[in-house]
């Protein structure tokens, strides 16, 4: 079966870096577009980020366009999250979806959620 197992959140002040990976089993990863989205308290969940199958497309929310840079290693079955600039409103539960098709480039396009990995932003 399908999981996706995310890790790498954890404290950061304003302005520092966080790196998240999503480690992928259970289906054909090369085949797949994936997502990172993220869960505020008290909020729905928010498109964060996406990227096709092959690379050949990345998708951002405007929220972290400039800040945030999505990536994914094929032959390791991982998708990343590179976070910089980090502000306090960048505090989450940061999960990772696999699309249901090669490309991606929204929340409905995700078949399966990992559990997610928090990532705060504080001083």
């Known amino acids: 079966q399908v999981q996706l197992v995310e890790s790498g959140g954890g404290l950061a002040q304003p302005g520092g870096s966080l790196r998240l990976s999503c480690a992928a089993s259970?289906?054909?990863?090369?085949?797949?577009?994936m997502a990172w989205a993220r869960q505020a308290p008290g909020k729905g969940l928010e498109w964060v980020s996406g990227?096709?199958?092959?690379?050949?497309?990345?998708h951002y929310a405007d929220s972290v366009k400039g800040r945030f840079t999505i990536s994914r290693d094929n032959a390791k079955n991982t998708v990343y999250l590179q976070m910089n600039s980090l502000k306090p409103e960048d505090t989450a539960l940061y999960l990772c979806?696999?699309?249901?098709?090669?490309?991606?480039?929204?929340?409905?396009?995700?078949?399966?959620w990992g559990r997610g990995t928090q990532v705060t932003v504080s001083s």
């Open positions: 979806g696999k699309a249901r098709s090669p490309r991606v480039r929204s929340l409905h396009e995700i078949s399966s």
């Open positions: 259970g289906f054909i990863f090369s085949k797949h577009g």
């Open positions: 990227i096709h199958s092959d690379t050949s497309e990345t």
